[in-house]
């Protein structure tokens, strides 16, 4: 298995195609999926099937979604500086946690220490191997979601 973290400023960036709150709703039937573009920076790599763990940035911070990677990279304009390139993933949600449920920054750093947290300024940074079960087990304790491999 494999995993990187997306990041996501609501302050910078909230271009959803359907409203976060909604989308989050929504999410509350197991059975609901997401499809979303999603930046991995400059990452040229990313394997179809990773996990793809998302970090709320900005006032909130912490971890507020789980998703699973549907494409390899393709290079296309930066999202908020056209004159930028990214790249980008296809990534399929199956779970965004209300605002006010994020998994804060400081138990991801107490619990999931291999990965440095408070320094996650892009997306596409992978996840330890060695950090992967943590992650998986915090996830499922605080949302009560397991993840299926």
């Given at each position: ?9 609501r302050d ?62 393709v290079e ?73 491999n």
């Amino acid at each position: 298995m494999s995993a990187l973290i997306i990041c996501w400023n609501r302050d910078k960036w909230d271009g959803w195609d359907t409203p976060y709150d909604a989308i989050a709703e929504a999410m509350r039937d197991p059975a609901f999926r997401y499809v979303c573009r999603w930046s991995v920076g400059a990452r040229r790599t990313v394997t179809v099937g990773t996990d793809a763990w998302l970090l709320r940035q900005g006032r909130i911070r912490g971890l507020i979604g789980h998703g699973r990677v549907l494409t390899e990279p393709v290079e296309g304009p930066h999202f908020t500086d056209p004159g930028k390139t990214r790249r980008y993933v296809l990534v399929e949600f199956d779970t965004l946690l209300d605002e006010s449920d994020v998994i804060p920054a400081d138990l991801l750093q107490a619990v999931v220490p291999q990965v440095a947290w408070a320094f996650q300024f892009q997306s596409g940074n992978s996840v330890p191997g060695d950090a992967e079960s943590q992650l998986l087990e915090l996830w499922t304790d605080a949302t009560g979601r397991a993840i299926m491999n």
